[in-house]
């Protein structure tokens, strides 16, 4: 249990902004293996959000409150996945073929399309997550980061990494495989049971449907994925969880 911890709080120390993993080495090796636990901190910030919900719930309006849950989960992941989002949809509408769309997400730059994106992103996010009926919001709040970090595992684990030797990211995805993927999908499917019962199963099977599809077009597109991609499968991933809790609930 006590490598499995450290695991755990190696992959804290990436997702957030916390320094969990003081006193831990990062080689490549525990990087890749920590991936199977990158659910486990999506929840984890999860249920940190129900709390500050229920802490403020009484004290300040249902709007600004929800829009203070968004800017929180993005301050403790220091925009990471935001950044990703931004430079894939610069890629995407800027490059016309695959070097020139790997070409632009590297700029440092963001451009006026990913600009848009960006903020159509953190807006339909709060949005869904306002009209979350207030008996949801909290199986809401604890499955979308698990949902969004769980992306990161299957798409490093089932897709080529094409930026070999790029800061972290490439140890990830090279270490990174089908024992991580199976404990992360466990994870999940274990939590949307809990929290939304037989609802869950199905929200599970939509959710597999849109990572075949992530995996298939970013294979088809770019011929794999790059730490901006896992980043913006996360972002993809909370926004679509949201959209579906709406329309199953």
């Known amino acids: ?34 991936m199977a636990f990158f659910p486990a901190v999506g929840i984890t910030l999860g249920l940190g959000l129900v709390v500050m919900n229920w802490l403020l719930s009484a004290l300040i309006p249902r709007a600004v409150l929800d829009c203070l849950l ?9 925009g990471l996945h935001l950044d990703g989002i931004a430079d894939l949809i610069d890629g995407l509408v ?3 073929d695959r070097e020139g769309v790997l070409r632009i997400m590297k700029e440092s730059r963001v451009g006026a399309m990913g600009v848009v994106g960006l903020v ?11 009209h ?15 949902a969004g970090r769980w992306i990161q595992v299957v798409l490093a684990s089932y897709c080529r ?28 499917i274990v939590t949307a049971f809990v929290l939304f019962k037989m609802t869950g199963i199905f929200l599970i099977f ?4 849109a990572a075949m599809s992530l995996i298939r077009y970013f294979q088809a597109r770019l011929g794999g994925v790059t730490g901006d ?21």
């Not at 450290?6 to 006193?23: H, K, Q, S, W």
């Not at 159509?120 to 306002?130: E, G, S, W």
């Not at 979350?132 to 698990?146: C, H, Q, R, W």
């Not at 090279?174 to 994870?187: D, F, K, V």
């Open 229 to 249: 991609v896992l980043g913006a499968g996360t972002e993809v991933i909370e926004v679509l969880t949201l959209l579906l809790v709406l329309a199953l609930y």
């Open 161 to 188: 990494y094409i930026r070999s030797g790029s800061r972290s990211g490439s140890a990830f995805a090279e270490y990174a495989g089908e024992r991580e993927a199976l404990i992360a999908t466990a994870t999940l």
């Open 132 to 146: 979350v009926p207030l008996e949801m919001k909290s199986a809401a709040l604890i499955f979308m980061p698990g």
């Open 94 to 96: 800027g490059g016309k």
């Open 1 to 34: 249990m006590r490598k499995e911890w450290e695991d755990f709080r190696v992959a804290g120390a990436f997702l957030t902004i916390f320094p969990v993993a003081r006193g831990l080495t990062m080689e490549p090796e525990r990087l890749g293996r920590s």
């Open 206 to 209: 939509l959710l597999g449907l």
């Open 120 to 130: 159509m992103v953190v807006l339909l996010k709060y949005l869904c997550l306002y």
């Open 70 to 78: 968004v800017l929180t989960m993005i301050a403790v992941t220091g």
